[in-house]
């Protein structure tokens, strides 16, 4: 009898002949190259640094397609963007040293936003390490040391054989649920030695899923089931497992209303009669949630914005769905199932029973209502017609990255996303400086679509010199600047908390010329023409630019 892993696939005479007579000039960077082109990767994006110019010289021997960022910390934005439309684990090529060190905020958004990034970085030569002090340009006594604490596994290479195998193994961690960055680190001389091992052909390392356990997910189904008031949270676990569908499908069989975190954006139709959208930001929703007497929880955990600050206290039984091991029962005691959301939702999909529930709608109504009515007193009319001017001029779907910034904050809650996965920001780690490059991976990763970029004039500083890279690659992204003169949303913070604001206002350009500069057309708006000069940018080809000037002001916080 013969088992699956008994099976060895015999070479053909012709792959025979080619491993034994391998092409002349290659060196440890070919391995990289050939070892991410195995795997099924068609881009890598990077910033090329001493170290690590074996890796960039193979690509020129490659198919490769590489897209270059000025600044590293802008190539990890970009890389996270293009793993979280593709759902594919995005290359990121790094040097030793302060290129690596310089990724390492984007890599944490990767991570709290469960991004697949596949980090390469180079390290000094093989004599200077071990922590001693050799003084070779870049050196650090543990490089990797910086990395561990952020990224999903880290993956150390110290002889060329081990390339292969060692990329392989990062990128299966990298899409195995839930998805993350991860680090692999190779020596200098071993990227630059000739090598004479054959070309890396497909490599197989596809992840396992995340499958729950059916006795959980009956038990599970019948809490749902026999529900008097039940409730649903989904997060973003939904959006990437591409589980919208069976979340609208689970909603409707039990009639059961549904809030998005701001990380789920899109995961549930805005406008469906049992959508409560995505104020949780607000005690109407956080009250309606803690009378649940079920709440089904999905792909989140419930962290800092998705409880209302830590002021959400759940009275009924809660059910925690996520592919986090370490997510689940966090922040609060659950029936926690480790899972990919897709499988988790299909397997209750199947064995939930029908039910009815006429009031829920009416609830949705009510809590909306209420949320309204809070909203409404507060006479923010600007910030809310500035919203509406971005949706309206946004095609349903194209993508959308913010940065943090008040608009931001306003769209966490109040944006309609309309498709699942377009709509993306930095509140994962919360890092300054995400929205352009992020768009700028997105629209790498397809470019028939226009991408939006919303930054205000704090955070667009961060992200200045990539005009370059949108204008080099042509890239269909239209930046929205919304200038304030300042750090918007730090301003609101401080003259809370201290009644004046310190170190918060900016000298800034003329954001118009300087966009122009690069040879990215730019035009300053006001909220009145808004929605008319950002649909034009949008459909011009190639990058744009949009500049706001408006003091924006955020709603009034509930959890204080």
Same mark, same amino acid.
């Given at each position: 009898?013969?088992?699956?892993?008994?099976?060895?696939?015999?070479?053909?005479?012709?792959?025979?002949?080619?491993?034994?007579?391998?092409?002349?000039?290659?060196?440890?960077?070919?391995?990289?190259?050939?070892?991410?082109?195995?795997?099924?990767?068609?881009?890598?994006?990077?910033?090329?640094?001493?170290?690590?110019?074996?890796?960039?010289?193979?690509?020129?021997?490659?198919?490769?397609?590489?897209?270059?960022?000025?600044?590293?910390?802008?190539?990890?934005?970009?890389?996270?963007?293009?793993?979280?439309?593709?759902?594919?684990?995005?290359?990121?090529?790094? &040097?030793?040293?302060?290129?690596?060190?310089?990724?390492?905020?984007?890599?944490?958004?990767?991570?709290?936003?469960?991004?697949?990034?596949?980090?390469? %970085?180079?390290?000094?030569?093989?004599?200077?390490?071990?922590?001693?002090?050799? %003084?070779?340009?870049?050196?650090?006594?543990?490089?990797?040391?910086?990395?561990?604490?952020?990224?999903?596994?880290?993956?150390?290479?110290?002889?060329? &054989?081990?390339?292969?195998?060692?990329?392989?193994?990062?990128?299966?961690?990298?899409?195995?649920?839930?998805?993350?960055?991860?680090?692999?680190?190779?020596?200098?001389?071993?990227?630059?030695?000739?090598?004479?091992?054959?070309?890396?052909?497909?490599?197989?390392?596809?992840?396992?899923?995340?499958?729950?356990?059916?006795?959980?997910?009956?038990?599970?189904?019948?809490?749902?089931?026999?529900?008097? *008031?039940?409730?649903?949270?989904?997060?973003?676990?939904?959006?990437?497992?591409?589980?919208?569908? *069976?979340?609208?499908?689970?909603?409707?069989?039990?009639?059961?209303?549904?809030?998005?975190?701001?990380?789920?954006?899109?995961?549930?139709?805005?406008?469906?009669?049992?959508?409560?959208?995505?104020?949780?930001?607000?005690?109407?929703?956080?009250?309606?949630?803690?009378?649940?007497?079920?709440?089904?929880?999905?792909?989140?955990?419930?962290?800092?914005?998705?409880?209302?600050?830590?002021?959400?206290?759940?009275?009924?039984?809660?059910?925690?769905?996520?592919?986090?091991?370490? *997510?689940?029962?966090?922040?609060?005691?659950?029936?926690?199932?480790?899972?990919?959301?897709?499988?988790?939702?299909?397997?209750?999909?199947?064995?939930?029973?029908?039910?009815?529930?006429? &009031?829920?709608?009416?609830?949705?109504?009510?809590?909306?209502?209420?949320?309204?009515?809070?909203?409404?007193?507060?006479?923010?009319?600007?910030?809310?017609?500035?919203?509406?001017?971005?949706?309206?001029?946004?095609?349903?779907?194209?993508?959308? $990255?913010?940065?943090?910034?008040?608009?931001?904050?306003?769209?966490?809650?109040? $944006?309609?996303?309309?498709?699942?996965?377009?709509?993306?920001?930095?509140?994962?780690?919360?890092?300054?400086?995400?929205?352009?490059?992020?768009?700028?991976?997105?629209?790498?990763?397809?470019?028939?679509?226009?991408?939006?970029?919303?930054?205000?004039?704090?955070?667009?500083?961060?992200?200045?010199?990539?005009?370059?890279?949108?204008?080099?690659?042509?890239?269909?992204?239209?930046?929205?600047?919304?200038?304030?003169?300042?750090?918007?949303?730090?301003?609101?913070?401080?003259?809370?908390?201290?009644?004046?604001?310190?170190?918060?206002?900016?000298?800034?350009?003329? $954001?118009?010329?300087?966009?122009?500069?690069?040879?990215?057309?730019?035009?300053?708006?006001?909220?009145?023409?808004?929605?008319?000069?950002?649909?034009?940018?949008?459909?011009?080809?190639?990058?744009?630019?949009?500049?706001?000037?408006?003091?924006?002001?955020? $709603?009034?916080?509930?959890?204080?």
């Amino acid at each position: 009898m013969t088992h699956d892993h008994d099976l060895v696939l015999r070479p053909t005479a012709k792959q025979t002949e080619a491993a034994l007579n391998p092409p002349a000039g290659r060196n440890g960077g070919d391995l990289v190259v050939e070892t991410l082109f195995g795997l099924g990767a068609t881009t890598v994006f990077g910033l090329p640094g001493q170290h690590a110019l074996g890796m960039f010289d193979a690509l020129r021997r490659s198919s490769l397609r590489y897209v270059g960022l000025r600044v590293e910390n802008n190539a990890g934005f970009a890389a996270d963007a293009y793993g979280r439309v593709t759902g594919e684990a995005a290359p990121l090529l790094l &040097s030793t040293g302060p290129g690596a060190l310089m990724s390492l905020a984007a890599l944490q958004e990767a991570a709290a936003a469960s991004a697949p990034v596949l980090a390469i %970085g180079s390290q000094v030569p093989t004599a200077g390490l071990g922590g001693g002090r050799h %003084g070779h340009l870049h050196e650090l006594r543990d490089q990797q040391a910086s990395f561990r604490d952020i990224v999903k596994s880290v993956h150390v290479v110290r002889t060329a &054989s081990q390339i292969p195998s060692a990329i392989a193994a990062a990128w299966e961690s990298a899409l195995t649920a839930p998805h993350g960055p991860v680090w692999v680190e190779i020596p200098q001389d071993v990227l630059l030695a000739e090598t004479t091992l054959p070309v890396v052909t497909a490599m197989d390392a596809t992840p396992e899923d995340v499958v729950p356990r059916p006795e959980l997910t009956a038990v599970a189904a019948d809490l749902l089931s026999n529900a008097a *008031k039940p409730a649903i949270i989904a997060g973003g676990g939904v959006v990437r497992s591409d589980a919208s569908g *069976k979340l609208l499908a689970l909603a409707e069989k039990l009639d059961v209303p549904v809030v998005t975190t701001f990380g789920g954006k899109g995961a549930f139709p805005w406008e469906h009669p049992l959508s409560l959208q995505s104020w949780l930001e607000d005690r109407h929703t956080t009250d309606f949630l803690e009378s649940a007497d079920v709440l089904l929880v999905v792909g989140s955990g419930l962290g800092e914005l998705s409880s209302n600050y830590h002021t959400f206290a759940p009275r009924g039984r809660v059910i925690q769905i996520e592919a986090d091991l370490g *997510k689940l029962e966090s922040n609060h005691p659950a029936l926690g199932i480790h899972a990919d959301a897709r499988l988790a939702l299909s397997a209750l999909l199947e064995t939930v029973s029908e039910r009815e529930d006429p &009031s829920a709608a009416e609830s949705v109504r009510e809590v909306l209502g209420a949320v309204r009515a809070r909203i409404d007193a507060q006479e923010l009319i600007l910030e809310r017609q500035i919203l509406a001017s971005v949706r309206e001029a946004l095609p349903d779907d194209s993508p959308s $990255f913010w940065d943090m910034t008040i608009l931001a904050y306003w769209a966490w809650s109040a $944006f309609d996303a309309r498709r699942p996965g377009t709509m993306h920001s930095a509140q994962g780690a919360g890092g300054l400086g995400y929205a352009f490059p992020a768009a700028l991976g997105a629209a790498v990763a397809d470019h028939t679509r226009p991408v939006l970029a919303v930054s205000g004039d704090g955070g667009a500083m961060y992200s200045i010199a990539e005009l370059a890279t949108a204008r080099q690659y042509d890239l269909p992204v239209t930046w929205l600047i919304v200038d304030d003169g300042g750090y918007g949303i730090l301003r609101e913070y401080m003259r809370d908390a201290f009644g004046e604001a310190t170190a918060t206002e900016l000298s800034r350009p003329d $954001f118009v010329a300087l966009a122009e500069s690069f040879g990215v057309p730019a035009v300053r708006t006001s909220a009145e023409s808004l929605s008319e000069d950002l649909a034009k940018a949008l459909a011009r080809p190639g990058p744009s630019v949009v500049v706001l000037p408006a003091l924006l002001r955020m $709603f009034a916080p509930t959890h204080l």
